[in-house]
């Protein structure tokens, strides 16, 4: 069965750093590049970052750049998001996505549930 699951959200003032992980199981992450999406209440969902399959190669959106840091550790089947100087409008669930082969953000193999982020003060 496949599952992505993402943790580490949670309360954060503004200026904060969070870590977000997302533990895949039931596929090989291998050949997967993985994606971070997010979607704040009554806007639509955005894509973040991405980390390609192969060369590890990475993607973010203009919002995030130079803050967040996208990872992953296929040893351990999991991917990393590491954000930085948070700010209130980064307030979102977060998503991470599997997609196969190079990175992409839109038709997703497999999603997670999503995990919250509220940055405030």
């Known amino acids: 069965q496949v599952q992505l699951v993402e943790s580490g959200g949670g309360l954060v003032q503004p200026g904060g750093s969070l870590r977000l992980s997302c533990a895949t199981s039931?596929?090989?992450?291998?050949?997967?590049?993985i994606v971070w999406f997010r979607q704040a209440p009554g806007e639509e969902r955005e894509g973040v970052s991405c980390i390609n399959n192969s060369d590890r190669s990475t993607d973010y959106a203009d919002s995030v750049k130079g803050r967040f840091t996208i990872s992953r550790d296929n040893a351990k089947s999991t991917v990393y998001l590491q954000m930085n100087s948070l700010k209130p409008e980064d307030t979102a669930v977060y998503y991470c996505?599997?997609?196969?082969?190079?990175?992409?953000?839109?038709?997703?193999?497999?999603w997670g549930k999503g995990t919250l982020i509220t940055v405030s003060s």
């Open positions: 996505a599997a997609v196969r082969g190079w990175c992409r953000y839109s038709d997703m193999d497999y």
């Open positions: 039931g596929f090989t992450l291998h050949y997967y590049s």
